[in-house]
């Protein structure tokens, strides 16, 4: 069965730094791996996606990722953080076209001013 | 014009009392879920229906059944409630047969057993 860590409960970063919200992933076969942002009392939002392709994913409001196959990553990544990033992020795992997504435990992302 | 709603969005009841979350997706989609968030903020699937065919059941209690009238709908049904039944019910679709699988989500429902 596949599953999903997310190593830090918290991420603090000053705005106008660089982001960097971790997930590592087990699955059995090809990975489809996901990112939601899900901001106070609201739903979860996609941001981006890895099916295929380019290792590097770039997704909604500037955010990118990178599927490193080796190490069974997908990291979340931003150049410069906002305020407004500041929300809860789960990454997500799926092996079986919808039907069997996993989502990792949440990272809490402050961004300060 | 609103993708995945559910209503109510909170819901306030007694031990034991019988409850419904409605939901309905205006997307096309083929497959349709439930997911509860706990107060710790983690997800877990409840159920998932393809067509009108339940096709995944997390070991959730008989208590919860899921009604799906439609592929545009699925209803959650709570028999019993239980203080522990307390968090926050999302539903879900997503197209089926697509390489995507990227899950559209509801705003969420606040469920509180007292």
């Known amino acids: 069965a596949q599953s999903v860590a997310q190593p830090e409960d918290q991420v603090n970063v000053a705005e106008g730094n660089p982001l960097t919200v971790k997930c590592t992933y087990s699955?059995?076969?090809?990975?489809?791996l996901f990112w939601y942002v899900q901001y106070p009392n609201r739903g979860l939002q996609f941001l981006l996606k890895?099916?295929?392709?380019?290792?590097l994913v770039k997704g909604s409001y500037g955010f990118e990722a990178e599927f490193n196959k080796s190490q069974t990553s997908f990291h979340l990544k931003k150049p410069s953080a906002l305020v407004s990033d500041s929300a809860l992020y789960f990454c997500?795992?799926?092996?079986?076209?919808?039907?069997?997504?996993?989502f990792g435990p949440g990272t809490r992302l402050s961004v300060l001013p | 014009d609103t993708a995945v709603s559910q209503t109510p969005k909170y819901l306030v009841t007694q031990m034991g009392n019988d409850k419904s979350i409605k939901c309905e997706q205006n997307?096309?989609?083929?497959?349709m879920y439930w997911y509860k968030q706990d107060s710790k903020k983690f997800l877990k699937i409840m159920f998932s229906?393809?067509?009108?065919?339940?096709?995944i059941n997390e070991t959730v209690p008989n208590r919860f059944s899921p009604k799906s009238p439609d592929k545009a709908h699925l209803n959650l049904h709570i028999n019993s409630l239980e203080l522990g039944d307390s968090a926050v019910y999302f539903c879900?679709?997503?197209?089926?047969?697509?390489?995507?699988?990227?899950?559209?989500f509801g705003e969420g429902s606040r469920l509180t057993v007292l």
């Open positions: 879900a679709s997503s197209q089926f047969t697509g390489s995507t699988g990227e899950l559209f």
């Open positions: 699955v059995s076969g090809n990975p489809y």
């Open positions: 890895y099916i295929t392709g380019d290792n």
């Open positions: 997500a795992v799926d092996d079986n076209y919808g039907q069997n997504f996993v």
């Open positions: 997307l096309g989609h083929d497959t």
């Open positions: 229906y393809n067509n009108k065919e339940l096709i």
